[in-house]
DNA sequence: ATACTTGCAAAACATTTGCAGTGAG
DNA sequence: CTCACTGCAAATGTTTTGCAAGTAT
């Protein structure tokens, strides 16, 4: 990422307050709140060039890739999907010592954990008996 | 699934087979090898159905939707992606507890845990310098 | 016979790429 | 001024869907 652009700037902004894994939609979407012109190729360019460069991470969850910022502060954490309402969010923990599962022979890089369930938003919409839509 | 076709049986005789998750379109490439004139929609929609079902589990790795059996004799496993030959292995232990894990006032309803590195296949090839693709 | 299934092709999406115009340096 | 960057639209690739014909029950 070479020349700093306004859409440029909003994207990182938009990663850099979102708190969690946005897919390039949602962030083309947030992004366009402040920048209506915005088209969604620059947020895929700028997207790969971030995560090249290592700004952002890519993960991909339940089907759909997904971007968030390389280092918030604390450096390993793993991801809740909703399925209720498609979001992903940051779990603060790791599982642990999971050398133990890997078959002889194999060598362990890095792993990905994903819980999958619903969201304390979308529990409550529930238990209200609400039926809100996104 | 209600009606028992031929085309059923032989996905379904594809994923038993398999003994691997398989992404739909290896699963509709190695059934058209039973059954060319199958498409490709008929094994989206026979994957979805035995999802739906409970006799296919979806997972994704590497950016990929794949379908196993759900049951194989044990009963709940995670994955292995050896990032040098794309292949995704069966790990028979699982990471243990997890509920630990879960933001309060979240609802967990499971997990999906994948390793990643090399498989011993892999790392052998890389030990004896060998170049060998996919 | 009935109506669930299938194959095909079009549709719906998500992501990438080509291009000419725009703007950062 | 230059050339990287952007927006638009067309191109890709994948999964879904509409429909008429096929077939299990």
Known sequence: MQRNTRQ????REVFAS????????????????????????TVYRAVKELADEGWLVALTV???MRFELASK???HHHHF????????????ACAGD?????????VM????????????ACVQKTRSG?????
């Open 73 to 75: 502060g604390h450096d």
């Open 130 to 134: 609400g039926r809100r839509a996104r």
């Open 109 to 120: 890089e890095s792993h990905e954990l994903t819980l999958n369930g619903a969201c304390s």
């Open 98 to 106: 999971l050398s133990r599962l890997v078959p002889s022979g194999f």
């Open 18 to 41: 979102a708190g969690r894994p946005l897919t390039p939609q949602e962030a083309a979407a947030a992004a366009q709140d402040a920048l209506p012109s915005l088209g969604v190729a």
């Open 8 to 11: 440029r700037e909003v994207i």
């Open 81 to 92: 999907h909703c399925h209720r309402c498609d979001r992903t969010f940051d779990i603060e």
């Open 62 to 64: 339940a089907g759909t």
